[in-house]
């Protein structure tokens, strides 16, 4: 069983940055596959970003590439998402969730475990 606990949402405005955090329970926090996803207001959750176990290969959304960066410190059991540029359709219930999958994938069907979301809103 892995908890996930995110930190770091806010209110920023348009062209700010923040970074947020997702602290994993448990000792294997490494071998797990981490992503971020979103939902904004009326809309599907969406892929944001992930991370294989190590950090050595990750993927970002489209919408996100250039702007935002996903990052993990096995020691620490953290994955963070910095967030650079921000714009107003930025603005969303951002989650972290953890796989056992072997690779990175952004299939939100892939994920075992989701934390409960921390609500970032930019400001235009």
């Known amino acids: 069983q892995v908890q996930l606990v995110e930190s770091g949402g806010g209110l920023v405005q348009a062209g700010g940055s923040l970074r947020l955090s997702c602290t994993a329970s448990?000792?294997?926090?490494?071998?797990?596959?981490m992503g971020w996803f979103r939902q904004a207001p009326g809309k599907g959750r969406e892929f944001v970003a992930t991370t294989n176990w190590n950090g050595g290969r990750t993927y970002h959304a489209d919408s996100v590439k250039g702007r935002f960066t996903i990052s993990r410190d096995n020691a620490k059991n953290t994955v963070y998402l910095q967030m650079n540029n921000l714009k107003p359709e930025d603005t969303a219930v951002y989650y972290c969730?953890?796989?056992?999958?072997?690779?990175?994938?952004?299939?939100?069907?892939?994920?075992?475990?989701w934390g409960q979301g921390t609500q970032v809103t930019v400001s235009s």
């Open positions: 448990g000792r294997t926090f490494s071998s797990y596959v």
């Open positions: 969730a953890a796989s056992g999958r072997i690779r990175a994938t952004m299939s939100q069907d892939d994920y075992d475990y």
